[in-house]
């Protein structure tokens, strides 16, 4: 009988624990996660789901789209959150649109993030032009 040797390799825990906190992000959304996301924004992602590239699911404390790997949109908070050039993000914001977007809550506001709390806003019109600006390489 031939006797086998177990290898082990040293693995680095932070790497390990961070990789296992940060979910999967599937192309399909599962029903679980249809259920936590806002109805407007269920639109929103059901309006890209056969768009090629993009994927959507859980990602921090937000369900959100990506394209390439990067955010485009996503649900935060009780507020829609696109990625759109500060100069686009800036007349949003003077128009009284949106705020831009401080993900931690201290003052620290993204330049290039929007949020907007209406639900009457053009969520998916934003989302598409958020998509195309993040598609492009922002």
Do not use: C, Y
Request: aromatic share 8%; net charge positive; charged share 35%.
């Amino acid at each position: 009988m031939k006797k086998t040797v177990k290898k082990t390799v040293p693995v680095n825990k932070t790497a390990k624990k961070s990789a296992q906190a940060r979910p999967k992000i599937a192309a399909k959304k599962s029903s679980s996660d249809r259920a936590e996301m806002h109805p407007k924004f269920a639109e929103v992602a059901e309006a890209f789901a056969n768009e090629r590239g993009v994927t959507a699911g859980r990602m921090m404390s937000a369900f959100g789209l990506k394209v390439g790997g990067k955010i485009f949109a996503m649900f935060s908070k009780d507020a829609f959150v696109v990625k759109l050039p500060k100069a686009r993000v800036d007349a949003l914001v003077s128009a009284k649109k949106g705020v831009r977007f401080d993900p931690r809550k201290n003052g620290s506001e993204m330049k290039e993030w929007l949020s907007i709390a209406d639900r009457k806003a053009p969520w998916l019109e934003l989302a598409k032009e958020a998509h195309r600006f993040v598609k492009a390489g922002s």
